[in-house]
């Protein structure tokens, strides 16, 4: 099926910011009603239903849908403003489609993620090959509102819907000769435009990795959803990291496969640019890019006349990450 999307999306089409707002705080004394009448304190991962839901229908299935709905609501309280959706979905980067910011939205129609299918393999006493339905079942959705720091200097807010990878990794049983993960985008040039180009920068398939600890990192999520939504296929659907910390390229879309592996494994924009891009990819302001400053970012919704510059925060504010980093030269593993 073609998804056709509208130019842009009216701005009738998106809850506005009052409204997401009074919807959290209607579920938090929800939450109070239900913890008194309990006689007991309820869990904080207890309140079910994200809390900012997109009016824009985004095709899916309807166990997709089902399992969406379900997704505990995010309870921290981050004092940045959301990125409206309509940001979030038409400001991307996902070179299969091309390499403009606006071209993933414009071309992703020809992706179809459902049905969609994982191949875990390496260092694991489980592998195989696992429907994306059957993998969703056994996990948890949750919301998640994280920054996005792009290594271009620009930044998001968004409302992830997903699950800790490391509560996925953990039931393949990884061996001990496991200390990476690898995960490697879809390759096909009937879905991916820009695969059939002989112009593009990055070679195909899009691959990225992490050390086995950042894997395990309870703030590394598998992202399926946003603003209460599926993925749109721009975003990376049907399933996409989101490693908040480091620089946004480290979050790879459209994932097809998973590997546990033994040496650190090679990631595409490193491969292109090793001088520029590293393997750890943290977010740190007192490490230029060889080609522009990382001091500041540009925080989406940004014009011409409201660039909306910003201090960048080291590991892009994740502090509580520094502890995987101990005894490592920031500068030297960038
Ligand atoms: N497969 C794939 N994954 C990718 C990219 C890409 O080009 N291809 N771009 C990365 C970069 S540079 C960024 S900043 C984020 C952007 O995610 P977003 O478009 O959902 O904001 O996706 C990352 N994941
Ligand atoms: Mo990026």
Known sequence: MIIKRPPAIPSSEITPEPVYRARRQFMQQGLALVATAAGVGAAPNAVAKPTFVTDTDVPS????????????????????KLTP?????????????????EDPAKHS?????????????????QTGVFNLEDILAKVQLQERVYRLRCVEAWSMVIPWIGFELGSLLKQFNPTSRAKYVAFTTLEDPQQMPAQRSAFSSVGWPYVEGLTMAE?????????????????????????????????????????????????????????????????????????????????TERRLPSGLFSPNIIDTQLFNGYHEVASLYKGLDLRKHY
């Open 61 to 80: 299935p309807r166990w997709l849908k089902q399992k969406l709905v379900s997704a505990a609501a995010d309870t921290t309280a981050l004092a940045d």
């Open 85 to 101: 959706y309509q940001h979030v979905t038409s400001y991307n980067n996902f070179y299969e489609f091309g390499s403009h910011k």
């Open 109 to 125: 129609g020809s992706l179809k993620p459902h049905p969609w299918k994982v191949e875990v393999s390496g260092a694991a006493d």
């Open 215 to 295: 894997a395990m990192h309870p703030l590394t999520l598998l992202a399926v959803g946003l603003y209460g939504k599926a993925l749109p296929n721009q975003n990376g659907a049907p399933l996409r990291l989101v490693v908040p910390w480091k620089y946004g390229f480290k979050s790879i879309k459209s994932i097809v496969k998973i590997e546990f592996t033994e040496r650190q494994p090679p990631t595409s924009w490193n491969i292109l640019a090793p001088n520029e891009y590293g393997f750890y990819a943290n977010v740190n302001p007192a490490v230029d890019h060889p080609r522009w400053s990382q001091a």
